[in-house]
């Protein structure tokens, strides 16, 4: 058995001796294509030997033990000029003719992803590398897996890439509170690397009892992609979990108007953790009617997910604050959120869950379609006794909501639990960024709302100050 984490590392350290991947960044989206195409490669040879009738749609001399199976084979300059000048080019050209699923796959990595190593003798020593990992062995596929959750958590640090990664405690939390159920039709809208389809395919697992409900998890579990490498990541992190063929669609979840989502695209349940705090593209917003436009891609994330489920659909989503509060479009949408759905739990998040990439407080909110909300149970999830912050040494863990998980099938208001009815909520603009009311008021936290007035106030008086200064010095 190999010894998958020192691999890992040794690959990164090569990397960082090459003037292509200088930053944590670059040596991702490097290991990210490299590892797709072995990973894939694998996979394709032992479907071969399961099923006569698969053809790969990898051209056999593009298979990655042809060209790079052997540790003595192509290096230097002629290395680099087969990935650039062949590697590339072909597979991203792959014949889609056929429809096949995997074709289309291979076709999406390759035309949307580069090789950015410089060196064709650290390519070779990467490669070699890579070459150690069975991943047709299932203890080193297993142990990869687990390697790889760590890579992904790594995007939490790596640029603006943490925008894609959702922490693996609130993937499993919220998969497990939602609980798919086989044959249901599960969608992640904003997918990023696959955090929440991975948790419900290992959730659907524990109790599938036939092959043919294994297999529909490969159907049944989708996701939405538009940006390459998460996708390309989101791709092999199914397959990693022996989906062999992701349903996951490259494309901007918003491109498509509204009204264009029919019945048939409608689905039993999403898991999301929709982009926040960024500002759509191509105008996408006027793909939306007009009462509900707005340039904040969460808002917008959100009237397409109500739209999506099914009557009696269920969903889970991470929002900020800020969606939580606000009038104009942002009332409107929540006011909507509320007529067409049970937004039936709030789980307030501590402000550090996402940090480095994001230190906006954050909260779990967890609805089903088709009654209008009556009442809202608040749960306010605590930092771990002498925890000042989450950190990168220091992640949410899933043990933390047990207590959480013991109090949902038992609801009563406590120090950290409180219940407001949809007649308060209205009166208050249909604000939802509600503090804890059980909360000492020394100790109380303010609202988005009240966040920003004090800060207005600060600078206003900051300014008066500075107009007084500059008087005084003429």
């Not at 999830?381 to 950190?391: C, D, F, M, N, T």
Request: hydrophobic share 35%.
């Amino acid at each position: 058995m190999a010894n998958v984490s020192g691999i890992v590392k040794s690959t990164r350290n090569i990397m960082r001796q090459d003037t292509g991947t200088g930053s944590d960044e670059l040596r991702i989206l490097q290991l990210g294509w490299m590892l797709f195409l072995k990973i894939f490669s694998d996979k394709d040879r032992e479907l071969e030997l399961m099923d006569d009738d698969y053809t790969s749609p990898i051209p056999a001399e593009l298979h990655w033990d042809k060209w790079a199976g052997d540790d003595e084979g192509m290096t230097s300059d002629d290395l680099l000029e087969f990935v650039d000048r062949k590697l590339f080019p072909t597979l991203s050209a792959i014949d889609l003719s056929t429809a096949n699923r995997r074709a289309v796959l291979v076709h999406e990595v390759f035309a949307n992803n580069y090789n950015y190593m410089k060196s064709g003798i650290h390519l070779r020593q990467v490669i070699n590398k890579l070459n150690e990992i069975d991943f047709n062995n299932s203890k080193d596929l297993q142990l990869f897996g687990q390697i790889y959750e760590t890579f992904l958590g790594e995007l939490q640090n790596a640029g603006t890439l943490g925008e894609f990664y959702t922490p693996r405690a609130i993937t499993q939390f919220m998969t497990e509170m939602v609980d798919p159920a086989h044959g249901e039709i599960v969608l992640d809208p904003a997918c990023g690397t696959g955090g929440f389809l991975t948790a419900v395919i290992e959730h659907l697992k524990a109790t599938a009892n036939t092959v043919a409900e294994n297999e529909a998890m490969g159907q049944n579990v989708r996701g939405w992609e538009y940006k390459p490498l998460p996708y390309m990541l989101a791709n092999t992190n199914l397959i990693l979990h022996d989906i062999v063929t992701p349903n996951i669609r490259f494309g901007d979840s918003l491109q498509r108007p509204l009204t264009g989502y029919t019945a048939k695209d409608r689905v039993d349940v999403i898991l999301a953790n929709p982009p926040f705090g960024g500002v759509v593209s191509n105008n996408n917003e006027n793909n939306f009617p007009q009462t509900y436009r707005t340039k904040e891609s969460a808002d917008l994330f959100l009237i397409l997910i109500i739209r999506l489920l099914k009557e009696g659909g269920r969903a889970a989503i991470v929002l900020p604050d800020g969606s939580l509060t606000g009038d104009g479009v942002k009332q409107r949408i929540r006011e909507k959120l509320l007529e067409d759905c049970n937004l039936h739990t709030i789980v307030r998040l501590p402000n550090s869950v996402f940090q480095p990439y994001a230190s906006v407080a954050t909260n779990l909110l967890f609805f089903t379609k088709g009654k209008p909300t009556q009442k809202i149970w608040y749960y306010e999830h605590k930092l771990p006794e002498g925890y000042k912050a989450y950190s990168k040494t220091k992640p949410i863990q899933l043990a933390e909501f047990n207590p959480l998980k013991s109090w949902w099938e038992n609801r009563e208001e406590n120090e950290q639990a409180w219940l407001v009815d949809i007649d308060t909520i209205k009166d208050n603009g249909y604000n939802l960024d509600i503090k804890n009311p059980h909360r000492p008021e020394e100790e109380k936290q303010y609202s988005s709302s009240e966040l920003i007035d004090l800060l207005h106030q600060s600078f206003a008086k900051g300014d008066l100050l500075l107009e007084q200064l500059r008087k005084e010095l003429a």
